[in-house]
């Protein structure tokens, strides 16, 4: 098999090419703009090609298009960050969606024996509709830059699988987490925000922690590993094809119980300083993921396990 996977030094693409680059052969464009290759393992000795470039190099996709033929496609390339959406809304709108555009019509000019492509799309696209659980027929009220070009790019996936036979799929991502979750990224999750801060605490180094509000906001955490056995049941599965999934774990919890997770595991407190509510902030939201369990989705970890699993993999370094 053959698999390209664009932001596949990122956090989530990096996962899922260490899981499928030890039986396929992989080629990764990313800019290095957030990636870091030192998330890949085996490069030099495993089948990955690495080409550093934009997808919005329109030149660039052309070449990687038409000298290659893939059998999977997972597009993870994206200015991840809301905020930065708000402030450049030109510019993400060329990366967030421009770019998935031009690589729907190679797909269709020069991918003739295309599996699947999977457009990575976000839960952002849902904004504020208060409405709980979110399932995919809910109603959509982007917010931002980000969630409406996350969700017309979408839309054009899944278009180009019913219009012109291109062979996509969509998921939309709650909140990822999991090991090689850069901190320091602005388009960081909270949960590698307050691992990074517990870690320098466990160190003897002055930390704390910001929370926005009272901490009673609650979220879907889903664990890496669990969110790349989704996009490789939604990559495979024939009922898949032109159709959305949530990838969450179903279960909501909040912020408060998240640190006190934490703090029970580590057995180390760490300072807490409260900040107001940041504007556009939504209070709840967790997925319905029934559609994604009629594949045979099943999350492995609770939200229990999942830290667990994280903090002996990152505290450990």
Do not use: W
């Amino acid at each position: 098999m053959k698999y390209l996977v664009t932001g596949g030094a990122g956090f989530i693409g990096s996962t899922l090419v260490n899981r499928v680059s030890k039986n396929a052969e992989i080629v990764i464009v990313d800019d290095l703009s957030m990636g870091d290759l030192k998330n890949i393992e085996g490069l030099a000795e495993r089948q990955i090609q690495f080409v550093e470039g934009s997808v919005t190099d329109t030149d660039l996709m052309k070449r990687v298009l038409s000298n290659n033929q893939f059998d999977y496609i997972f597009h993870f390339a994206a200015v991840a960050s809301v905020a930065d959406s708000v402030a450049r809304p030109v510019e993400t709108h060329q990366v967030n969606f421009e770019s998935v555009l031009n690589l729907l019509e190679l797909c269709r000019n020069y991918q003739n024996d295309l599996k699947r492509l999977v457009f990575a799309s976000s839960a952002a696209v849902y904004g504020d509709e208060p409405t709980l659980p979110k399932a995919e027929e809910s109603v959509i009220r982007p917010l931002t830059p980000y969630a409406v070009d996350k969700f017309a790019a979408e839309r054009y996936a899944l278009n180009y699988a019913t219009l012109y036979g291109v062979p996509t799929s969509a998921v939309r991502f709650f909140n990822v987490y999991g090991p090689n979750q850069n901190p320091a990224s602005p388009y960081s999750g909270v949960l590698s925000i307050l691992t990074d801060r517990y870690q320098k605490r466990l160190k003897g180094e002055e930390a704390s922690f910001t929370l926005f509000g009272d901490g009673s906001q609650t979220r879907d955490f889903v664990f890496i590993e669990d969110v790349v056995d989704a996009l490789l049941l939604v990559a495979e599965s024939a009922e898949s094809l032109a159709n959305v999934y949530n990838v969450g774990t179903g279960d909501a919890i909040s912020l408060n119980d998240v640190i006190k997770v934490y703090q029970d595991f580590l057995k180390t407190d760490l300072p807490i300083h409260h900040e107001a509510v940041r504007s556009g902030d939504i209070p709840a939201s967790y997925a319905n993921i029934a559609k994604l369990k009629s594949l045979g989705y099943a999350p492995k970890y609770t939200i229990l396990s999942g830290i667990q699993a994280y903090l002996e993999a990152t505290i450990q370094k």
